[in-house]
């Protein structure tokens, strides 16, 4: 799976959009971007993923480069409860073995 | 839909102790499951990965084992519990079309 780099914190204002970058600089042409955020002491929950085209859910919103070499998650109006923990990962779908490395993520914290 | 049950919630442990953690698997046949460590503050290290009954793939080298002796169910097992084994241990499966599921999680104090 191909590594990908966060920062290790951002601050947003309750009401805002949060916009959580990714960079994937190394990502395969079959490998697909996943969102997961966990909130404290939770197992990671799973958010949005995409190839190539933008995606949106009821959770947020996912924008992916032409290049794909980099992706950034929106949350349109943050809330207090999502304060979080945002892991970015890129892997291949359907691989078997299923395999990911979830690095340190952005630790978002929503402000009032 | 699928439900990951792994207990106890949390644990505290001596050093020298066993240690056995269960993760079930609801709502689904034949899941690929993983065991995950969770340091505090830091991200997911993957331990072991399951795609079947009795087969298991360690990741990292430690005085840790795994076992699946059932499809739905997956253990985490020590004879002797180290401090560095303190953590917060993570159950997940793994599905193509939505990625990763988790269990609510075990915390883990060795002291």
């Known amino acids: 799976d191909a590594k990908t780099t966060q920062p290790p914190s951002m601050d947003c204002a309750e009401g805002r959009a949060a916009n959580l970058p990714c960079n994937h600089s190394t990502i395969s042409g079959n490998e697909y971007v996943y969102w997961y955020r966990q909130i404290h002491s939770q197992g990671p929950q799973y958010i949005i993923h995409g190839l190539k085209n933008n995606e949106t859910n009821e959770m947020a919103s996912l924008i992916i480069t032409e290049d794909r070499k980099s992706s950034t998650l929106i949350l349109p109006h943050a809330t207090l409860r999502d304060t979080a923990v945002y892991y970015c990962?890129?892997?291949?779908?359907?691989?078997?073995?299923?395999?990911?490395?979830f690095g340190d993520g952005t630790t978002l914290t929503v402000k009032p | 839909s699928q439900t990951i049950h792994q207990w106890p919630a949390t644990l505290v442990q001596p050093v020298g102790s066993p240690l056995s953690l269960e993760c079930t698997v609801e709502?689904?046949?034949?899941?690929?499951l993983y065991w995950y460590r969770q340091a505090a503050g830091r991200g997911l290290q993957l331990l072991f990965y399951s795609v079947g009954i009795g087969q298991i793939s360690s990741e990292v080298p430690q005085n840790l084992s795994a076992s699946r002796p059932q499809d739905r169910q997956f253990i985490l097992s020590s004879k002797k519990l180290l401090l560095s084994d303190s953590g917060f241990y993570l159950c997940g499966r793994y599905a193509a079309n939505y990625g990763y599921t988790f269990g609510s999680g075990t915390r883990l104090t060795v002291v």
């Open positions: 709502g689904t046949s034949n899941p690929n």
């Open positions: 990962i890129v892997r291949v779908p359907w691989t078997n073995a299923g395999k990911s490395t």
